[in-house]
């Protein structure tokens, strides 16, 4: 019953918030560890560089009151902004393509410090089908329907060549999947009850040689 | 010279083309697989739910021309859209923080195929140092100043713990590192002429468990 609350509390969260929000909670990491016991919005900002209002305003979202001139207990603050994040639960994920991307994600075992844990991969290359990488069992593509009654999972993890990211994405959904977390730089599409979260490396090394073309021209 | 012009063509593409462009190119490699010779914008717009319009917006920023009614070469598309991306080109970089998520960058040989090439990695842990992984040597973090002399290097990917980040950061700089791509969840300070681009793939996972919550709870 809380936890529907919860789920019900954080649905209005907007984009940008959500996205500061790990940036404070790495801040406030680092205060634990040097040794701090509270923390004000006033002191974040000084550390990030992001208007003391702002963070007020998302920590608000956030189930957590801060006290009059002393600020949040710090262990509280970590506590409740990991849990609101969703790294203290546990999302189990498929993985679909283990190629040199795939294969590099299943090798990160840092995911499942945030909430994610990677349980099983799906490929159709003979040479990997039947082993396991980093102690995840890669299975063929074909059995993804019978393995998703076996595992309990609603996320896929998307790192197959682009001629087959839309097929695959089909699959997927058609299989009872509810998240899409695409690294590919396919633009795929997918029913409005489906979540899609695009990471695409690419696009970000695009960005990053542009702004450093720009200013090395300068 | 030409490389001059090219580069101050390129300096002023806002951020959100250069998200879209690598769609496109994504979406007209897969034109090309089809046997498609020209695409026109309308079709790149109904294969990925963009505005046309926009698509020839965007596309206006490279230095291609369509042709009325039979639209874009596609060759000669995806050639000057790679080139423009800086996918072509090959960007020298340092991995600094060989853990799970960097050494797992270092595994992924994808990357060089859209220009990034990680060719010496750095970490203080005497288990790794002076081994190589994927073919890349990994050395002590003491001896990055004179690496940068040795190899031509003006990127660094960070994937250290948090607790470093900003210091570790600051070497680079002071060394000569021009663009950090950072994918640990600390928001790092760098002066105004250094690039930053954050990949955190934790804000992205807590933005994709947020929006399951949410649909979940619909």
Redo the contacts between chains.
């Keep these: 019953m809380s936890n ?1 609350i919860h ?2 509390d ?2 209005k ?1 907007p ?1 940008p918030t ?2 500061r ?3 404070y ?3 406030v ?2 205060l634990k ?1 040097k040794g701090e016991q509270y923390v004000s919005s006033t002191q974040i900002s000084k550390e ?3 208007d003391a209002s702002q963070i007020a305003k998302d920590l608000s979202y956030v189930n957590i009151s801060g006290r009059t001139r002393v600020g949040y207990e710090v262990d509280t603050l970590i506590e409740v902004l990991e849990a609101f ?3 203290t ?1 546990m ?1 189990k994920a498929f993985l679909f393509g283990v ?3 795939g ?3 299943l ?5 499942s410090h ?3 844990r990677i349980v099983a991969a799906f490929d159709v290359n003979p040479d990997i089908v039947g082993t396991a990488i980093n102690g995840i069992p890669v299975f063929h593509s074909d059995n993804f329907q019978e393995k998703m009654g076996e595992y309990e999972v ?2 896929g993890v998307l790192t197959v060549p ?2 087959i990211a839309q097929q695959i994405t089909n699959t997927m959904v058609s299989g009872g999947i ?2 899409v ?1 695409n690294f ?4 795929i ?1 997918v029913p409005e ?1 489906i ?1 899609v ?1 695009n ?19 300068k």
Tied chains: 1, 2.
């Design positions: 529907q789920h019900k954080i649905a969260v984009e959500l996205r929000l790990p940036w909670l790495s801040n990491k680092l560890q990030i560089n992001i994040l969703g790294f639960g999302h190629g040199s991307l294969g590099a994600l090798r990160d075992s840092g995911l945030f909430g994610l609603n996320i682009i001629e509810k998240a977390w590919t730089p396919f633009r599409r009850n979540v979260q990471t695409s490396l690419y696009a970000h090394l695009a960005l990053m040689f542009n702004r450093l073309n720009f200013n090395e021209t």
